[in-house]
């Protein structure tokens, strides 16, 4: 975390621009006054170690330089909500669909639903988000009229910790798009794990004893085979919770991805920061919760 605080520090610094360049040109009087402000008229190493004490000591991300009286904490909590809403739907979504499809198809090795469904998985990894939610939007949006095109349209349904919920209508489009690829590499993933698992020796001990193939699967071999598939889920999990740019922009959605650039165009530096550290956070505390879910899964594994 140390060296992600570091870095992004300074790159943001070397960036050419300034936050305070805009369509109408400052005064120096006020320029300087602006900076002085912001203490960014101070020399770089001194800003640098007050930045580094805030975050550590406080957890203080700094105030945003573009938005007037809004610190970045602000607008994390306001944009934070879609991104995780979207995220979580997605991954849940590509685990249970990616999962049953790479089962299918190791069981039926080598036969027509294996050859669809790699074929559907190599398509999905192909293809990028740009060109899926645009077709999507097409067919089941301005063709079909099924689904609305754009927005995020709340319900009246208000969760404790979540907050209030969107239609569901609203999220179809962008959770599957985020989903198609996710479920393209978690079928994959799944598959080679079980054709590795369904050829180990104590899966033929289990069907020797005259255990039904269902049980054998649900019991034996399911366990086993996601075992890669834990490991991928921790920084997958951490892309998609804090948004997709491509989605958000195109179904104009208020998260996260699509505020990180607008961030880094207008040079808002402590907001592209703290975007910076929240994400390098979430991969670090997620592929800790993928460890510890490895060590539970994988006998052989063993924490001291």
């Not at 050419?16 to 002085?36: D, H, T």
């Not at 602000?74 to 995220?87: F, H, P, Q, T």
């Not at 990616?98 to 293809?127: E, F, H, K, P």
């Not at 921790?234 to 892309?239: E, I, K, L, M, V």
């Amino acid at each position: 975390m140390f060296l992600v605080v570091t870095l992004a520090f300074f790159m943001m610094r070397a960036a050419p621009g300034s936050p305070f360049v805009n369509e109408r040109q400052l005064s120096p009087e006020v320029e300087k006054a602006v900076m002085a402000k912001y203490g960014m008229d101070r020399p770089l190493a001194e800003q640098y170690f007050t930045y580094v004490k805030g975050v550590v000591l406080h957890g203080d991300l700094g105030p945003s330089l573009k938005y007037k009286d809004k610190s970045v904490g602000d607008i994390l909590k306001e944009n934070a909500r879609v991104s995780a809403i979207l995220g979580l739907s997605a991954i849940l979504l590509a685990s249970i669909v990616g999962v049953t499809l790479g089962v299918l198809a190791a069981l039926r090795q080598n036969r027509s639903i294996d050859y669809a469904t790699m074929a559907l998985a190599i398509i999905g990894v192909c293809i990028p988000t740009f060109v899926t939610a645009p077709l999507l939007v097409l067919a089941f949006g301005s063709k079909l009229g099924w689904l609305p095109i754009a927005g995020w349209d709340e319900t009246t349904i208000v969760l404790p910790i979540i907050g209030a919920l969107p239609r569901l209508a609203n999220i179809v489009l962008p959770v599957t798009v985020l989903a198609l690829p996710q479920i393209a590499i978690i079928s994959r993933l799944t598959r080679a794990g079980m054709i590795e698992v369904l050829r180990s020796n104590y899966i033929r001990t289990a069907r020797a004893k005259g255990l039904p193939e269902w049980l054998i699967v649900r019991r034996h071999a399911l366990r086993a085979a996601i075992l890669p598939l834990v490991s991928y889920l921790g920084p997958a999990c951490a892309g998609l919770l804090t948004g997709s740019l491509v989605v958000e922009k195109i179904f104009q959605l208020p998260g996260l991805g699509k505020f990180f650039v607008i961030s880094a165009l207008q040079r808002d530096y402590t907001v592209v920061m703290g975007m910076v550290i929240v994400y390098a956070a979430l991969i670090l505390v997620l592929n800790l919760i993928a460890d510890l879910l490895l060590a539970a899964l994988d006998p052989r594994v063993r924490l001291s």
